[in-house]
């Protein structure tokens, strides 16, 4: 009976899909749906720029990374980089941020301000870094809801890289405690089951 327990409790766990088919992706953007543009709009796709511009680049002359398509220049073309931030506005929770961060290629080194959730984290990339992944797990209660900003130092119109934006949802533990908490009634029913039989 211990096994059909187990095979239950597994199924149960399948079926409400605990693992990491559980944290759902709510925001990504690769930047390949846009056309190359120095300067961007100042609002594309997912996003909104204010208090300056970035630009959507990755083609010919600046192509630096040709596997990774089109990217944002994150110090546009006027002199003042502009804060690229999501339109979606994100609820209290928890979350996991994920994105790629390359240097400019153009010679110089370059800090990015990530925003989210009132929290803030600095990055700083010299010219020839290459794209890598960053990622952050951030809980929040407080702001009750939120975008997600990039922001290079500077104004130089030379700015650090950034592609493939990934934000999931994470079920809070007390989710998880609840969960649990009805298998392992479930499980106690199926124990008591088998001893009365
Ligand atoms: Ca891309
Ligand atoms: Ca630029
Ligand atoms: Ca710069």
Redesign the pocket.
């Known amino acids: 009976m211990k096994v059909l327990s187990s095979m239950i409790l597994a199924a149960s766990i399948n079926a409400i899909g605990i693992g990491s088919a559980s944290a759902a992706v709510v925001f990504s953007d690769d930047f390949e749906s846009y056309s190359a543009a120095i300067p961007s709009a100042s609002s594309f796709g997912g996003w909104n720029v204010t208090g300056g511009t970035v630009d959507i680049i990755g083609d010919t002359p600046y192509d630096f990374f040709p596997s990774n398509g089109k990217y944002i220049d994150l110090?546009g073309s006027n002199s003042s980089p502009g804060l690229l931030s999501t339109n979606a506005i994100f609820a209290a929770g928890t979350y996991v941020i994920k994105f790629d961060l390359a240097g400019?290629q153009r010679g110089?080194s370059?800090t990015v301000t990530v925003n989210f959730g009132g929290q803030s984290w600095q990055y700083t990339l010299a010219s020839t870094a290459v794209f890598q992944q960053f990622s952050q797990t951030v809980s929040f209660l407080s702001p009750t809801n939120t975008a997600l900003s990039f922001q290079?130092g500077?104004g130089?119109n030379?700015?650090a890289l950034l592609d493939n934006v990934l934000v999931t949802s994470v079920p809070e533990p007390s989710t998880y405690g609840m969960i649990f908490g009805g298998l392992i009634m479930v499980a106690g029913m199926v124990a008591r089951k088998s001893r009365n039989a």
């Open positions: 110090d400019s110089d370059n290079n500077g130089d030379i700015g």
